[in-house]
């Protein structure tokens, strides 16, 4: 099994950038594929980027590619989001999530429980 908790939500102005930060806990982190999702108010959750259990490959949805970055410690059980050129429309709960590589919701088995951005105007 693997824990998943989010940190580095907050409150940030169009344009600027935060880090999320997902720390996992279990032996299985390293062979995971993880990913993040986000989820607006009202809105499906949506699929933000993945990587794969080496750091090798990313994926990134095509509203984030070129301004979010996806990137994993291994050896410090981390996962992260390194996000920039921030927009209101990125406002969301981001979820980490430890599974399969994908893009679907139903490829990850293991979810964290979510940390608020918020991206004013």
């Known amino acids: 099994q693997v824990q998943l908790v989010e940190s580095g939500g907050g409150l940030v102005q169009a344009g600027g950038s935060l880090r999320l930060s997902c720390a996992a806990s279990?032996?299985?982190?390293?062979?995971?594929?993880m990913g993040w999702f986000r989820q607006a108010p009202g809105k499906e959750r949506e699929f933000v980027g993945a990587?794969?259990?080496?750091?090798?490959?990313?994926y990134y949805a095509s509203s984030v590619k070129g301004r979010f970055t996806i990137s994993r410690d291994n050896a410090k059980n981390t996962l992260y989001l390194q996000m920039s050129s921030l927009k209101p429309e990125d406002t969301a709960v981001y979820y980490c999530?430890?599974?399969?590589?994908?893009?679907?919701?139903?490829?990850?088995?293991?979810w964290g429980q979510g940390t608020q951005v918020t991206v004013s105007s």
């Open positions: 990587i794969t259990w080496s750091g090798g490959i990313t």
């Open positions: 999530a430890a599974g399969r590589y994908g893009s679907s919701p139903s490829d990850y088995s293991y």
């Open positions: 279990g032996r299985t982190f390293v062979s995971s594929a």
